[in-house]
């Protein structure tokens, strides 16, 4: 049930782009995008509701499509601060459960 | 509080022994999830509530694993007769609505288990 992510890891330099992918096998109502720091807890980055809706933040935005019930998270001239471990999380249509998924290490060098 | 607070961070337990984790999400939040991380991976879902209500429970490993809220805010995961493939982070995360629909999930800093 868990929703797949890609890559497992990424190593970039500083400035340069990555794009994480997101998949699940179950329908489904909204994709969230959090990040964790090494010890701390996950931080809420951004939720999309509807089928191809892409949203931003910052530098960072994400498209999501129903249809293929995959989400893709954009990072643009990527910043020392982007490292840590991408999480997708997926709310079933009731609700009543939230995934993570696999987790992309994301680690940015000078 | 502003925050989800999560009590006690730092847990050590002999093997058998029962321990007791504490959430207390924000206040007037009616979702509150349990989750359980192991090292290097990502939380996994044990249970969810919706205020006092324990919604879905599938993913409690076994029935050593108890959860409650009893009056709809702080929340309390047991673990009886704890084994060591329970050492793990366990995260509280809440939110206001069941669906949230612009803010994702408020976690809190999670409890670190270890059995010995």
């Known amino acids: 049930q868990q929703p797949v992510q890609s890559p497992q890891a990424v190593i970039l330099r500083e400035g340069e782009d990555a794009v994480i992918n997101c998949s699940s096998s179950?329908?489904?109502?909204?994709v969230h995008w959090y990040r964790q720091k090494h010890g701390e807890a996950p931080v809420f980055l951004m939720i999309l509701l509807k089928g191809g809706e892409q949203k931003g933040h910052e530098k960072i935005s994400a498209s999501f499509n129903e249809k293929k019930q995959q989400s893709s998270l954009y990072l643009t001239a990527s910043q020392l601060s982007y490292s840590g471990t991408y999480f997708c999380g997926m709310t079933s249509n009731t609700g009543n459960q939230f995934y993570f998924g696999t987790g992309t290490s994301l680690t940015v060098i000078p | 509080g502003a925050g989800v607070s999560q009590s006690p961070r730092y847990k050590v337990a002999k093997r058998g022994q029962d321990v007791a984790l504490r959430c207390d999400p924000i206040s007037g939040h009616v979702s509150l999830f349990w989750y359980q991380q192991a090292l290097g991976q990502g939380p996994e879902f044990l249970t969810y509530f919706q205020n006092e209500a324990q919604l879905d429970k599938s993913g409690l490993p076994s029935d050593r694993f108890f959860a409650e809220r009893p009056e709809g805010s702080v929340s309390t995961l047991k673990i009886q007769r704890t084994q060591q493939e329970d050492s793990a982070v366990y995260l509280c995360?809440?939110?206001?609505?069941?669906?949230?629909?612009?803010?994702?999930?408020?976690f809190g800093s999670g409890t670190r288990l270890t059995v010995v």
């Open positions: 995360a809440s939110s206001l609505v069941g669906r949230p629909t612009q803010h994702g999930y408020t």
């Open positions: 179950k329908a489904l109502y909204s």
